[in-house]
């Protein structure tokens, strides 16, 4: 593959010049310089041309201003943008947010060992405040049902010139949700999206204090506008689903149609260890509805430890195929990292002690295997399951708990597992951003213990906290 020649396109609108300023510094501190820069303009003068200029005196040919004459939001800008780019990926930038200097470097280091050419990018990313780096967002790798209920990936992407012209222009009836309905429709088109694990952009929070009654409006106006996405993707697939609405409004549930459950009681397994108690209502029914989607093998439930603790809401693994139990030992009252415990999403394994396994996957691929005993024997099953195209997913809104939990698997057991997926193994988990803790203290920043807390970034270097460091 050729070098890969980058797009960057900012949607400039009601522009304070300083931090904008800060934005196109950081641009010109790319360590790659394969790339050009389209700047579309909806403030009022002209003086953001005039610092462009000044910025980029040595490559003012790679520079593009348009000032646009009927301002019709972002949605539009970005088609502007991508129409008149001339790069091989598309890279959409907020006006005030900034990149790490190893930001594009690293996505053509992607772009270039990748056979794919409708591939999506995205990165880890952190918050600036003022002049301070501070939350850290380390994301999940793709993680389709997580993507159905909140905007993980965040705004920040990058997606090849061939692929946007096979998904079409932005919506620009979205007013706030347009990249979010952008990367569904990517997700549903069937695009390979690639997480580098690396703090790369750095999201500029504007709002530091209580919202005023116009702000708390735009942002309620925008939540509905990612609910409602969300909803149509899903229906537009033939899925029959419903929506309920959180306070919070960062995260949305989906509801998917289980009314025929008794009627195909033969397509499904419901796995009920006698030593689990359920502690919530209708899991059979609720667990039937996830395994409705096609792609869906494996459901999973949370359950819940001593003292008001997670035992575990999925499992993690490993590269040596130990599997470490999701969100063990935390409180069940507080908030969890990303609020990632409360969210459905697809994960490497379930609990056997209580989940649902597709009958005619189950036939497929032969049953669980006889010689693997405890998690070893439902990870093996849910990694072949993977291997065939299908999907393992925990529904967290479905509770057991353990009378006496029991764990029972030999050395020969794992030994097995581990010749058999040796090469699948060494990538580590599919689902984990190894930034985060791998152990019984996972899903919570470095160096945190307890109840998750966010914590500034160190200032030496935008560079050091990564995947690699």
């Not at 002690?353 to 099953?381: E, H, Q, W």
């Not at 997926?421 to 060494?426: I, R």
């Not at 945190?448 to 906290?465: A, L, N, R, T």
Request: glycine share 6%; proline share 3%.
């Amino acid at each position: 593959m050729e070098t890969p020649y980058f797009s960057l396109i900012v949607w400039a609108h009601d522009t304070d010049q300083d931090m904008f300023k800060d934005m196109l510094e950081s641009i010109d501190e790319q360590e790659y310089r394969e790339f050009e820069l389209y700047i579309l303009d909806e403030s009022k003068t002209d003086a953001l041309e005039v610092i462009i200029k000044e910025f980029f005196p040595d490559i003012v040919d790679k520079v593009h201003y348009r000032k646009l004459k009927n301002p019709k939001g972002g949605a539009y800008a970005n088609n502007i943008g991508s129409h008149f780019a001339e790069g091989d990926y598309l890279v959409y930038i907020n006006q005030y947010d900034r990149l790490s200097s190893k930001t594009l470097l690293e996505m053509a280091q992607v772009a270039y060992k990748s056979e794919a050419e409708n591939l999506v990018i995205y990165t880890d990313h952190d918050e600036l405040v003022g002049q301070d780096r501070m939350n850290p967002h380390f994301k999940e790798h793709y993680n389709r049902e997580l993507l159905m209920h909140t905007h993980y990936m965040g705004d920040f992407i990058c997606i090849s010139k061939k692929l946007y012209k096979k998904c079409g222009s932005f919506q620009e009836k979205a007013k706030y949700a347009y990249m979010y309905d952008y990367i569904l429709r990517c997700c549903f088109k069937g695009a390979v999206f690639e997480h580098i694990p690396m703090l790369l952009y750095h999201k500029r929070r504007l709002i530091n204090g209580p919202l005023t009654k116009e702000q708390r409006q735009e942002r309620s106006y925008a939540y509905k506008e990612h609910v409602a996405l969300a909803a149509t993707y899903l229906r537009q697939s033939g899925m029959v689903i419903s929506t309920i609405s959180e306070p919070n409004e960062t995260k949305w549930g989906i509801v998917y149609d289980s009314s025929d459950f008794k009627r195909f009681s033969k397509d499904y397994i419901f796995m009920h260890d006698d030593n689990v108690k359920l502690i919530t209502r209708n899991n059979a029914k609720t667990l039937y509805g996830y395994l409705k989607i096609p792609d869906v093998a494996v459901v999973g439930v949370r359950f819940l430890g001593r003292l008001f603790t997670v035992d575990n809401i999925g499992f993690a693994i490993d590269n040596e195929g130990f599997t470490y139990p999701a969100f063990h030992g935390q409180k069940i009252y507080h908030s969890s990292y990303e609020d990632l415990a409360l969210i459905p999403r697809d994960v490497a394994t379930v609990d056997s002690g209580c989940c649902m396994i597709d009958a005619k996957v189950y036939r497929k691929l032969g049953g669980f295997n006889p010689s693997l005993t405890g998690r070893d024997a439902m990870l093996d099953f849910c990694m072949r399951a993977r291997a065939k195209g299908y999907r393992t997913i925990v529904a967290p809104e479905c509770i057991a708990k353990y009378k006496k939990k029991e764990e029972i698997s030999s050395q020969t057991s794992h030994e097995l597992l581990v010749s058999t997926w040796q090469d699948e193994l060494k990538s580590g988990d599919p689902y984990y951003n190894m930034n985060l803790p791998l152990g019984l203290s996972n899903y919570m920043l470095p160096g945190v213990d307890g109840e998750f807390v966010y914590q500034p970034m160190k200032e030496s270097s935008e560079d050091d906290i990564s995947a690699d460091s």
